[in-house]
Nanobody
Framework: QVQLVESGGGLVQTGDSLRLSCAVF????????LGWFRQVPGLEREFLAA????????AHANSARARFAISRDNAKNMCYLQMNNLKPDDTGVYYC?????????????????WGQGTRVTVSS
């Protein structure tokens, strides 16, 4: 059974950094892709970044490319989102998502599994 568990959110100030973590359970052969999304109240879920488990360059949304970076640790079954120079507009709930296959999907419909989310609040 696939399960994703996010952690690392919290209350920070403008300009701070955070690293979100996603613990990945249930994928047996490594043939999957992980993504990070963000949801702000009243808006649609926003794609931030994606990475395949096998290798290759990750994908980042244009809005995230300059300050966010996705990475993974295969040995620990973990995926991370490093967020730097945070701004109040980054406030929201951050979700880890997963799908089978090596597809760097940028839409939430492209993922079959979701974590419960971790909340990030950036104060001004």
């Amino acid at each position: 059974q696939v399960q994703l568990v996010e952690s690392g959110g919290g209350l920070v100030q403008t300009g701070d950094s955070l690293r979100l973590s996603c613990a990945v359970f249930g994928f047996t052969f490594g043939d999957h892709t992980l993504g990070w999304f963000r949801q702000v109240p009243g808006l649609e879920r926003e794609f931030l970044a994606a990475i395949t488990w096998i290798g290759g360059a990750p994908a980042h949304a244009n809005s995230a490319r300059a300050r966010f970076a996705i990475s993974r640790d295969n040995a620990k079954n973990m995926c991370y989102l490093q967020m730097n120079n945070l701004k109040p507009d980054d406030t929201g709930v951050y979700y880890c998502a997963a799908r089978y296959g090596q597809v760097l999907s940028s839409t939430d419909h492209g993922y079959d599994y979701w974590g419960q989310g971790t909340r990030v609040t950036v104060s001004s």
